[in-house]
């Protein structure tokens, strides 16, 4: 084994006095570059065939979206001084065959560039990225993070391309330690939760302490101001069509106090290998505070991530009651993992103008859903749930349903489909569902990647590197890291598109889309499975065929997220005050934070921090 990388030269060499000029005046080189790379680093210039594995999130196939935590790393250490800026590459690479990653990452000379290895997906993309950066500028250093970044930190710091990676699932205060670290004594066995590398040789350093989850929250007038500062309405956007429906959400909870088998977040997956002691919550004041916060911005729908109940009985009802005390126009979605009771249903009505709901029972079938071991629990008591939530003033409530579970075989799936219609029938329009295969991984970390044989999985791949060859197969039926005892790939993949043909056509029945939409969703699926029928023959791609029949061939994205337009979606009066106050902060040197709290919590401020945030701690009138 070698560690080669060169290790980071002084800061003064690294950071040039450079700036850009703005219509909003010279902004200097960012201290942080944070980079969200696409899924497959050159799928321009390939033909895969991704199939349905994005089609109920807001993201293509490119895996586009980057990870929110961006946003409250941004904000956090822009709050003692530093600047970051945010760099969706997947998604500028989307837009554009001729955008050429490598001229704008040129011009970059931050302290330190970012890059999220958060979801496994990006297991090609983001190890690609860091080589094309170390080729541009050695000199600068590169530090991974996130989800999948942590489980496989010892496999990428023996990438040559890669300097730190942060573990954790709460990075803020890691990442400030580095920056600092960076800019002065380069004593990287300070960072907490840091493995780097030093005369070549890896070294881990022991986990930070907890912080709290108050302290990592967004800062919408800095997106504002960045959008607007670089007329740049594009690199540091969300999702790809992120101004037509900007969905937004509120983190109540960082892990899970579940066990899914699958999820690499559950409760057993995050003791086995990530930092820290989780579930970890979010105050109610501060849920309550980020949900106002995003609907002075918009009128796009809030979803509040995670089940209220696992933070136990009063925790949700506090954050029911905060919510109630400052109450918005937004539509509020709230997630469950097993059907609420009665009572906890009347006191969201009660408490929210506006509310949703999704509930994810994942099975039909009682005894595949006890054995992915999210929840045990009846049909009979999720559709008293499901009454009274409809009998009051849900909005809309949506059921997901998952293929590639254990014990779930062929037949089981399309029974879930029948089993829907049942629904359907019972119940009316503000109740949809969904149906998706697992992919195209099960997540490393989680009980069945770790104990596959016990819960009936058979994996295709085990490291970075394989999940990283994976991700180049032409099909996702090659691509899945997985098949079970039940299902093979192939099996899977028929489930998939038979169980979807059934339920469009459900939907279109019981009138929970339209005929035009269920007739669209019906030609894509034709036209996905004909492509399928082409690689098992190993027939030649057509690669514009292929790239537009990979997403949208299950269901339609605007049945979760409804298309609207700007003046629709936004509210110009909270963009321009944020505007104003970011504009005001800067020209006077007044940001409009309450840096006095970070001191008042015992955070420790480094000299020129403190200075920084003297001159900053009046908190600017809303
Ligand atoms: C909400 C959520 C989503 C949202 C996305 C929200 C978003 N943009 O971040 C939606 C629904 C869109 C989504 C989609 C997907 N998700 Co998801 N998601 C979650 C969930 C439920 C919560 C995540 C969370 O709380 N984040 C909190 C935010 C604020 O922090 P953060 O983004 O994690 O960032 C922090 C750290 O991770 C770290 N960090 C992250 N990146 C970086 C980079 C650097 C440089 C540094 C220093 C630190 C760092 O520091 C941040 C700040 O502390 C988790 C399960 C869970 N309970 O954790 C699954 C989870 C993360 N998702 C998962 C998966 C697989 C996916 C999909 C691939 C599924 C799919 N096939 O569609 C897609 C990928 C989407 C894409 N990139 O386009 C897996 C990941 C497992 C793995 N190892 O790969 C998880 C663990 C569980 C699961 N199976 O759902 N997801
Ligand atoms: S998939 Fe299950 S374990 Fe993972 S975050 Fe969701 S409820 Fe929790």
Not at 302 to 309: E, H, K, P, Q
Not at 421 to 434: G, V, W
């Amino acid at each position: 084994m070698s560690f080669v990388a060169p290790s980071p030269p002084p800061v003064t060499t690294v950071v040039p006095a450079s700036a850009s000029r703005t219509h909003l005046g010279v902004v200097p080189q960012p201290d942080v570059v944070l980079i969200h790379p696409p899924s497959v680093f050159d799928f321009r210039e390939r033909t895969i065939f991704y199939g349905p594995i994005s089609d109920v999130i807001p993201s293509s196939p490119v895996f586009e979206m980057y990870p929110v935590g961006f946003l409250t790393l941004a904000a956090y250490l822009r709050r003692h001084g530093y600047r970051v800026r945010i760099i969706n590459l997947a998604l500028l690479m989307m837009r554009s065959r001729r955008f050429r990653p490598e001229r704008l990452l040129r011009k970059l000379r931050p302290v330190l560039f970012g890059i999220d290895l958060h979801w496994l997906p990006h297991a090609h993309g983001g190890p690609a990225v860091a080589a094309l950066l170390k080729k541009l500028h050695p000199g600068i250093p590169i530090v991974f993070g996130g989800i999948s970044a942590t489980y496989f930190h010892e496999e990428l710091i023996r990438d040559d391309a890669v300097d730190f990676v942060l573990r954790g699932s709460v990075t803020e205060p890691g990442l400030l330690a580095l920056v600092r670290e960076l800019k002065s004594a380069r004593q990287f066995a300070r960072v907490p939760g840091l493995t780097w590398k030093e005369n070549g040789l890896p070294r881990v350093n022991a986990e930070g302490t907890a912080a709290s989850l108050d302290d990592c929250t967004y800062d919408l007038g800095a997106m504002v101001a960045g959008v607007t500062s670089h007329l740049d309405f594009w690199s540091s956007v969300p999702f790809h069509t992120w101004w037509g429906h900007p969905i937004t959400a509120v983190f109540t909870v960082r892990g899970c106090a579940r066990g899914c088998v699958t999820c690499g977040a559950s409760h057993a997956a995050f003791q086995r290998f990530m930092p820290g002691q989780y579930p970890l919550l979010r105050s109610p004041a501060s849920v309550a505070a980020q949900v106002r916060q995003l609907a002075e911005l918009t009128r796009a729908p809030i979803f509040l991530v995670g089940d209220l109940r696992d933070g136990g009985e009063a925790y949700a009802r506090d954050v029911l009651d905060a919510l109630a005390a400052a109450p918005v126009n937004n539509r509020i979605v709230f997630e469950f993992f097993d059907p609420p009771s009665r009572e906890y249903i009347t006191r969201i009505d009660a408490s929210i103008r506006h509310w949703g709901a999704e509930l994810s029972p994942e099975s039909h079938d009682e005894e595949v859903r006890a054995r992915l071991g999210k929840a045990h629990f009846a049909n009979v008591r999720m559709e008293e749930a499901i009454e009274a939530m409809l009998a009051l003033r849900c909005e809309n409530l949506d059921l997901f349903f998952m293929i590639g579970l254990p014990g779930q075989t062929y037949g089981n799936v399309l029974e879930t489909v029948g089993y829907i219609e049942r629904l359907f029938i019972r119940f009316d329009r503000r109740l949809s569902a969904f149906i998706t295969p697992m992919g195209p991984f099960i997540d490393p970390g989680s009980n069945g990647f770790e104990s596959a044989e016990r819960h009936g999985y058979i994996m295709h791949a085990r490291t970075l590197a394989e999940h990283r060859a994976l991700l180049e197969q032409r099909d996702w039926e090659s691509i899945l890291n997985y098949e079970t005892r039940w299902m093979t790939r192939a099996e899977i993949v028929d489930a998939t598109y038979d169980a979807a043909e059934r339920l469009n056509e459900l939907k279109r029945r019981h009138g929970r889309i339209s005929d035009d939409c269920a007739a669209a969703v019906s030609k894509r699926m034709g036209t996905a499975r004909a492509i399928r029928r082409k690689l098992l023959a190993n027939g030649e791609l057509d690669s514009a065929e292929v790239r537009a029949f990979s997403e949208g061939t299950i269901n339609d994205k605007s049945e979760l997220f409804a298309p609207g337009a700007f003046l629709r979606n936004f509210r110009i009066r909270g963009i321009v005050k944020l505007l104003v106050r970011e504009v005001f902060g800067r020209v006077t040197g007044l940001r409009g934070y309450e840096v006095s709290t970070f001191e008042d919590r015992g955070e420790s401020l480094s000299t020129s921090e403190r200075t920084r945030s003297r001159k900053t701690a009046r908190p600017l009138a809303h």
